[in-house]
């Protein structure tokens, strides 16, 4: 069974009188395991489609199974039980919340599921330090560079041990260097925590991390396949 | 479901962060919850001083006193002049049902001499009765009695003010004193009773046999005469029928034709002062209600501080949603953080109206009283207050759409 399976999936917004088409029937299936770019120009769809399959937003029609549940038919509450459960985000802005720590950023996603505290904060310091973030577990945001920053995003997504890392442009606002620090830290979960992860990204350096790129346009998929340089890519970074 | 010391404490942060902004929501409600205490303190205190002033002139009183006060028609009998007679006093006694005792009073101001010391005071004839009606109980010595009324026996006992100014230290149980020239020995002493509800001095007084005040102090315009007549009722649901009881003798007695004005007044006391106690309870919720208009406002105050936080953390709420935050978590975060203001805002107010009740005190000099009950009421409000304008805008943000939130700049 696919970890994420959309079925002619369209996202219809009206606008006044015209209606416009974000996605306009995508069938995308994601095993497990997989570590998929997701590219294309603003307005091509791709953001409407890390939405959807974050369950952020639900489509107009066409069915979408995330780990066999049928998404679509979910209300509001049961979607967010769905995200604290299954997925994990990484943004471009961070989104950690500002004056908290480190830690209790990372123990948010616990606070929503009944982790019990002692539980929480083991499991926090624990997805901290594979991160490499020991010794800053009580830094709020404003003391951590952009990439502590986002290496506490990536802590926060792990510590539910979510199946799906959804991450949306993570580099966007990071230096070339630190950019490569964290596509190997997600690089590194992919393949050791065989955690699957979506990403969206427009630079083509960043989506050769992946193992296979998704092009979108207009709302439709125009290409999908295999990226061949993969090991290759990594090896030289590395 | 709710995680409830997590969420207190997300609150008091966001609390802490806008200290200033957080302290003058507060003091919104703190004035509130103060005026309510304060208010209620200096109603609670009038009542409950009228209350002790009505126990203090005595239980279920009437008061009978001469001539006719209703203006309309042509006034009969004597007017104005005196036209209650002992009789009628031991008249009532006998033929009204509802009435439990009756006490006839002649009064007048005299002069009062011991050694070489004098004093002006209230002197009244009566029976022995006066003590049971008027509540009051002897410090010292003996009460006169019904013989010393029979015989007009020259005898009297003295309230406490007067023994101050007369006697200073010495035992006034024995000694002589002079009413008008005529001596009397005094058999007791009356215990202290302080203020009346008109502020007068009520131990200023000298009780003697009402006989005695008749034929050696004050003299009569007809046998017989006294100028009031105290009656007790059985209890106070007799009040009325002992009122309708004594007029309807009085009538009889001064042989009053149909359609004829009385020439007394009844005057039913008790009633009078819990007219005045009801008016003071009255006074009491205005108090109480005006100054739940200001915790009303405080209570906007903090709905209005509660959308602009909703408002400025729209990304946090966001994130929160991403994460796995449900409507319910969103709300109660708000919430809570609207309570904490108006709990914190209402211990402090609760501080402040206690203080503020003694100030009150003793500037102005009132009595005032806080309730363990106003406490509770103004805190209870307070909390209700923070919740019911923390929903709104709690509500606000749990409607708010994640992917336009986490994008809210």
């Known amino acids: 069974m696919a970890l994420i399976e959309t079925k002619d999936i369209s996202k219809i917004y009206e606008l006044g009188e015209s209606a416009v088409h974000a996605l306009d029937g995508v069938s995308v299936k994601i095993e497990q395991g997989e570590f998929v770019a997701i590219m294309g120009p603003s307005g091509s769809g791709k953001s409407t489609f890390m939405n959807v399959i974050g369950c952020l937003d639900t489509p107009t029609s066409g069915r979408y199974l995330l780990d066999g549940i049928d998404v679509g038919r979910l209300n509001r509450d049961d979607l967010a039980s769905i995200r604290n459960e299954k997925i994990g985000f990484v943004f471009q802005m961070f989104n950690l919340l500002p004056r908290t720590s480190a830690l209790e950023n990372v123990e948010l996603p616990m606070l929503y599921n009944n982790t019990p505290y002692s539980e929480r904060k083991r499991r926090a310091l624990a997805s901290l330090k594979i991160l490499g973030l020991e010794g800053r577990e009580h830094h709020h945001p404003s003391q951590l560079s952009g990439g502590q920053q986002q290496r506490v995003a990536m802590a926060r997504a792990l510590v539910n041990n979510a199946p799906l890392i959804l991450a949306d442009e993570p580099t966007g606002n990071l230096d070339t260097k630190t950019s490569i620090e964290i596509m190997e830290l997600l690089v590194r979960l992919n393949q050791e925590s065989h955690i699957t992860i979506v990403l969206v990204t427009h630079e083509p350096d960043i989506a050769a991390y992946s193992g296979r790129i998704i092009r979108f346009l207009d709302g439709r998929v125009i290409s999908d396949e295999r990226n061949e340089h993969d090991e290759e890519k990594i090896a030289l970074s590395g | ?409």
């Not at chain 2, 209890?235 to 007394?264: S, Y």
């Open chain 2, 1 to 409: 479901m709710i995680n409830i010391p997590s969420t207190l404490k997300i609150s008091l942060r966001a609390l802490r962060v806008n200290k200033m902004r957080s302290a003058l929501t507060m003091l919104g409600i703190i004035i509130g919850v103060g005026a309510v205490i304060a208010m209620l303190a200096v109603g609670t205190g009038a009542s409950e001083r009228i209350s002790q002033q009505i126990a203090s002139i005595g239980s279920n009183l009437i008061i009978i006193l001469p001539g006719s006060t209703t203006s309309g028609g042509v006034r009969m009998g004597f007017g104005a002049q005196p036209t209650l007679t002992k009789e009628d006093a031991d008249a009532i006694l006998k033929e009204c049902p509802a009435v439990q005792d009756v006490a006839p009073i002649l009064n007048g101001v005299a002069q009062i001499v011991y050694s070489n010391q004098n004093w002006s005071t209230g002197v009244f004839g009566t029976t022995p009765s006066i003590l049971n009606i008027r509540d009051w109980q002897l410090a010292a010595g003996r009460p006169f009695t019904e013989q010393d009324v029979r015989s007009a026996t020259k005898v009297c006992l003295l309230g406490q003010t007067v023994v101050e100014n007369l006697f200073g230290s010495i035992d006034p149980l024995g000694q002589v004193v002079r009413i008008k020239k005529v001596p009397f020995s005094v058999v007791g002493i009356l215990e202290r009773k302080g203020q009346s509800p008109q502020g007068q001095d009520q131990d200023d007084t000298i009780y003697i046999p009402v006989t005695t005040a008749q034929k050696k102090i004050f003299g009569t315009t007809f046998p017989g005469m006294v100028r009031t007549i105290m009656v007790k009722a059985k209890n106070t649901e007799d009040l009325d029928a002992a009122e309708k009881q004594i007029t309807e003798l009085l009538r009889q007695r001064h042989r009053i034709g149909p359609k004829k004005e009385n020439d007394f007044t009844v005057r039913n006391l008790t009633q009078i002062m819990q007219v005045a106690e009801q008016s003071t309870k009255v006074m009491t919720l205005l108090l109480g209600a005006i100054a739940s208009v200001s915790l009303l406002v405080g209570g906007i105050g903090i709905m209005n501080i509660m959308l602009v936080s909703v408002t400025e953390r729209t990304r946090e709420i966001g994130i929160r949603m991403a994460v796995g935050a449900k409507t319910w978590d969103i709300r109660l975060q708000f919430i809570i953080e609207a309570l904490t203001l108006s709990l914190i805002g209402g211990i402090a107010g609760i501080v402040a109206g206690i203080s503020g009740s003694k100030i009150i005190s003793a500037v102005a000099g009132w009595s005032t009283i806080v309730s363990i009950l106003s406490i509770f009421l103004a805190f209870g409000f307070s909390g209700l207050v923070g919740i019911f304008f923390g929903f709104y805008p709690a509500y606000k943000a749990s409607l708010l759409n994640p992917i336009d939130a986490l994008r809210y700049e």
